[in-house]
């Protein structure tokens, strides 16, 4: 409320003032599941679909973005030739055909974040029985 202040007090007025909270992002994201089995046919086409995950974040509007991301250590970089994980929808899909007697199972990891440094949640997947 404004009063004025001279003398005689002449006049007074009101206004309703809205204030909008923003929200920041102070959510982690958090998959629904913690480990995810996916089973793929041998020599199935490359840019197969396997799988997907999903992870979710309690943020709203873009704070509630989230990207995945294949996590492998040095020593596994070559998973990445063979799988990879679409960095918004968390769909899997092969990036090669697949051998069952080169390798007859994947565990991978997912990593989940709605920025690239912080915020992260990592889910276990494997991608077994690979079937003739």
Do not use: C, W
Request: hydrophobic fraction near 35%; avoid cysteine.
């Amino acid at each position: 409320m404004a009063k004025d202040g001279g003398v005689p007090v002449s006049t007074e007025s009101q206004h309703i003032l809205t204030i909008e909270i923003q929200d920041i992002d102070d959510h982690k994201p958090y998959f629904r599941q913690r480990h995810y089995d996916f089973t793929i046919k041998e020599n199935s086409l490359e840019n197969s679909f396997i799988g997907q995950v999903q992870a979710i974040d309690e943020d709203e509007s873009k704070n509630a973005q989230i990207f995945y991301f294949l996590v492998t250590e040095p020593k596994d970089q070559y998973l990445k030739d063979d799988i990879r994980v679409d960095i918004k929808t968390g769909m899997i899909h092969s990036n090669a055909i697949l051998d069952r007697e080169r390798l007859e199972y994947y565990r991978l990891y997912v990593r989940a974040t709605s920025t690239p440094l912080i915020n992260v949640r990592i889910s276990k997947i494997d991608v077994e029985g690979l079937e003739k």
